[in-house]
């Protein structure tokens, strides 16, 4: 009989003996964070920005128009759907892992809390404003010559916009539109008998600030809010009333999009008609100053009849405070972020083609450190060049003046075969993504409105040229969408390749959008639906195998967000193994580390800076033969399960490198990276080091140091 030695027996056993720590009949008991609750601990990260004194003072006003532009989507939309979800009762808890309603109280009380720190923090920032003699003044701080001009200003610009509706005369109360903010006004005659009225206050055709003219030093800023209730009584001048004040209120409606069955319907109209029934969604959320007279509020709620208790909460004096992100520099650039040029990458040099460029080696672009026209002008190139037969791209968000777009429109005009595979149901962008299908197909384009029940979410295009050795194909594959205006403030990664490794699985790909039937197999390319889910826990589970095997297993990841049970309860097997996992996500997290028996192997950090992290990477020890990939997915059953996403490997040693020192750079952040605390607290991530270091600085920094060596 064959002898075993002692060594690898005892491994044997170890490996035979092991079990996994987290089967699925066990991922009730591991430990989760519920998804909102965890979103709503991202955003209080972007309250802390707004808090932070090493921030600019006009970004951090900025940093409290994001806070309140992300809470308004959260309501539409996250709200909204745990509502829907209570008709599914006890169903409905194996979705959230715990009751609806449950859900809604513990939501609701996290969102006050925030909100009143929200308000705290605006009161000191505008104390700080003071100092740098800014002045932001409402309707009762005016001096005689601020109050005539502001006057002035208001007869001839606001007033013939406004049309007020009287409440106690209309036989119905008016439809109040999301996203927008009325005054509701109480009118008080002699005889103290009242009235009520209702005024829209219009954020599109007038600023939501208003510089006053001031001194050289002094510079004061009147929102347009204060600026009507200083003029009320011009509103109302044909009305005797001997009492007139304005209170906020703003609606905010349910934003799911539903679609109607109707056969005879082409996919567009059934698009513009669940955009228009979105607007009159189901109210989630009715907003009123918390100063507004008890009886008057009643008056309102009983109006409105729709709005429910749990729906209704007292606010601040303004609403849609998301306007501040637009707050005006007033000519104080030392209190904003100073301007970031993007950085030329070393490969693109001026009177050398491009495509020259890319087919001499992969090319891997850092948005927004580098700069997105690369892109651009890699399509403008191929708009001209006669030797371009054929553009296949994916459109999911673009801009509304894109030169993404133009560059394709120009392709066709010079006799381009241009594909557009056009995602519709791009949330709140349906309608500008509607404008440009349609004006592409009038030029002569063939776009295609995605796959039947998958949201095309994959960042690729693909250009065929014909060489001298034939058709050569330049793919395009990255983790952010192709937009002009997000790219200088979200970070992303794109590869330019002619690898035919990756380019043979593009054109796969592009050709399972426009046939359905021909889903295509994937050997490089890591595609959701197809095996995504599938690769990714065999690559996390090779990770185990060789921990148990004693050799290096280690797993860094950088994602938006970790919510999927089975691929957190795989991470939490690996940990339990003894693979070092680091982790990087900027939103929503269910994963919670260092828990015994779970993740003591778990690092997990989350960054929020100057430029919105949106990149998505993941790198796999593979026994020392490492595998690198950048990805339009997150790690969530709807990217992994129902969306077409696409992870693309990075085989050049050079972007490799790139990639691994930018992660390290953001592990190593002190200053802007945060430690999930065990109860959800957000924790600034300290060490022993004086030095700070900023780990979005230091990319910069490294980028340009690269391109001026090259």
């Not at 003071?130 to 005016?142: F, G, T």
């Not at 060049?385 to 133009?406: A, C, E, H, M, W």
């Not at 200088?488 to 039937?517: C, G, H, W």
Request: aromatic fraction near 10%; charged fraction near 30%; include cysteine.
């Amino acid at each position: 009989m064959k002898k075993v030695a002692p060594e690898k027996k005892n491994q044997k056993k170890k490996i035979s003996s092991r079990k996994k720590l987290t089967p699925k009949k066990a991922l009730k008991k591991m430990p989760l964070v519920n998804r909102d609750i965890s979103w709503l601990t991202f955003n209080d990260r972007v309250l802390q920005e707004a808090e932070d004194k090493s921030n600019p003072l006009i970004e951090r006003l900025r940093f409290l128009g994001i806070y309140s532009n992300n809470m308004d989507e959260f309501f539409r939309v996250r709200i909204a759907t745990i509502k829907r979800l209570i008709k599914l009762g006890k169903k409905a808890v194996a979705i959230l892992g715990l009751h609806p309603k449950k859900l809604l109280v513990e939501l609701q009380k996290r969102v006050l809390i925030s909100s009143g720190k929200f308000d705290k923090i605006y009161s000191a920032l505008l104390i700080e404003l003071e100092a740098q003699e800014i002045y932001i003044v409402d309707e009762l701080h005016l001096n005689n010559a601020q109050g005539a001009w502001v006057r002035e200003y208001f007869l001839n610009n606001i007033l013939p916009t406004l049309f007020p509706i009287m409440l106690d005369s209309t036989p119905k109360f008016p439809y109040l539109k999301d996203k927008s903010i009325y005054f509701a006004i109480e009118l008080e005659r002699k005889e103290k008998k009242k009235n009520y009225a209702l005024i829209e206050v219009s954020g599109e055709t007038l600023p939501r600030f208003i510089t006053i003219p001031s001194s050289a030093t002094k510079k004061h800023v009147i929102l347009i809010d204060d600026v009507i209730r200083y003029c009320l009584k011009d509103i109302f001048s044909s009305i005797e009333y001997v009492n007139i004040n304005a209170f906020t209120i703003k609606l905010t409606r349910d934003a799911e999009l539903d679609l109607d069955n109707d056969i005879s319907k082409s996919f567009v109209e059934k698009i513009t008609g669940g955009i228009k029934n979105r607007k009159k969604g189901d109210p989630v959320r009715f907003l009123y100053d918390k100063t507004m007279p008890k009886s008057m509020l009643l008056f309102l709620r009983n109006k409105l009849k729709v709005i429910k208790k749990d729906n209704v909460i007292a606010g601040a004096r303004y609403h849609n405070f998301k306007d501040f992100i637009n707050f005006p520099t007033l000519g104080h650039k030392e209190l904003t972020w100073p301007e970031a040029h993007p950085l030329s990458h070393p490969r693109f040099l001026a009177n050398k083609s491009i495509f020259k460029s890319i087919g001499e080696k992969d090319i891997l672009l850092h948005f927004p450190y580098q700069s997105f026209h690369h892109v651009i002008d890699l399509l403008r190139e191929a708009s001209i060049d006669p030797r371009v037969k054929k553009i296949q791209i994916t459109l999911y968000r673009v801009t509304k003046n894109s030169n993404i777009v133009n560059a394709l429109i120009n392709a066709v005009k010079n006799g381009k075969e241009v594909v557009v595979i056009m995602e519709l149901q791009a949330r709140f962008d349906e309608e500008n993504n509607i404008l440009w299908a349609n004006k592409l197909m009038e030029e002569g384009a063939r776009v295609i409105f995605g796959v039947p029940g998958i949201k095309v979410h994959s960042k690729i295009f693909l250009i065929s040229r014909k060489e001298k050795g034939g058709l050569v194909e330049y793919a395009y594959t990255g983790t952010g969408n192709f937009n002009e205006s997000t790219s200088k403030i979200y970070t992303d990664k794109a590869l330019l390749t002619i690898d035919k490794r990756i380019t043979d699985e593009v054109r796969s790909l592009f050709d399972f959008y426009t046939d359905n039937l021909k889903p295509g197999v994937y050997k490089n390319l890591v595609v959701a639906p197809f095996d995504m889910r599938k690769r990714i826990e065999a690559l996390i589970q090779k990770e185990i195998d060789n921990s148990f095997k004693g050799k290096p297993a280690w797993i860094i990841l950088k994602l938006n967000n970790l919510i999927d049970r089975d691929i957190i309860a795989k991470l939490y097997e690996a940990s339990s193994a003894g693979v070092k996992i680091k982790l990087m996500v900027r939103g929503a997290c269910s994963l919670v580390p260092k828990v015994k028996g779970y993740s003591e192997n778990i690092e997990l950090l989350s960054i929020v800076g100057r430029y919105l992290e949106h990149t998505r990477v993941f790198i796999f020890c593979n026994g020392g033969d490492e595998k690198y990939f950048i990805s339009s997915a997150d790690w969530m059953s709807r990217n992994l399960d129902y969306r077409s996403e696409v992870a693309v490997p990075i085989y050049d040693i050079e972007s490799q490198q790139e990639m691994k020192h930018i992660l390290d750079l953001q592990f190593r952040d002190n200053k802007k990276a945060r430690v999930f605390g065990r109860g959800g607290e957000n924790l600034y991530r300290t060490n022993k080091s004086s030095k700070h270091l900023v780990a979005q600085d230091e990319i910069r920094r490294f980028l340009d140091k690269k391109s001026k060596m090259k």
